[in-house]
Nanobody, 117 residues
Framework: QVEIVESGGGLVQPGGSLRLSCVAS????????MGWFRQAPGQERELVAS???????NIVDSVKGRFAISANWAENTVSLQMNNLKPEDTAVYYC???????????WGQGTQVTVSS
């Protein structure tokens, strides 16, 4: 079985920073995609940032220049550095790991990020 643990969420003032971490363990297959999604109340889940083992990186426009994703392919871990946080960043953040070679993918439990003064 695959176990995924997310951490790093919390309450931060506008302009502050947080670093989210996602660690996968157990019988993890070869992963080729790691990404961070978020879902705000009443909103659809959206892709925030992702990397592939082939070297592609995508960052959604609303966080470009403020967020950075870093994947460790050997350890099956991925982090999201979030700087200059804004109230609109408030959401539950989920990590996702995908093999891209079949139906298997894996989701973290979600971690709450709240940006408020």
């Amino acid at each position: 079985q695959v176990e995924i643990v997310e951490s790093g969420g919390g309450l931060v003032q506008p302009g502050g920073s947080l670093r989210l971490s996602c660690v996968a363990s157990g019988n993890v297959p070869r992963i080729h995609f790691m990404g961070w999604f978020r879902q705000a109340p009443g909103q659809e889940r959206e892709l925030v940032a992702s990397q592939t083992s082939g070297g592609s990186t995508n960052i959604v426009d609303s966080v470009k220049g403020r967020f950075a994703i870093s994947a460790n392919w050997a350890e099956n871990t991925v982090s999201l550095q979030m700087n200059n946080l804004k109230p609109e960043d408030t959401a539950v953040y989920y990590c996702n790991l995908d093999t891209l070679t079949g139906p298997e993918d894996f989701w973290g439990q979600g971690t709450q990020v709240t940006v408020s003064s």
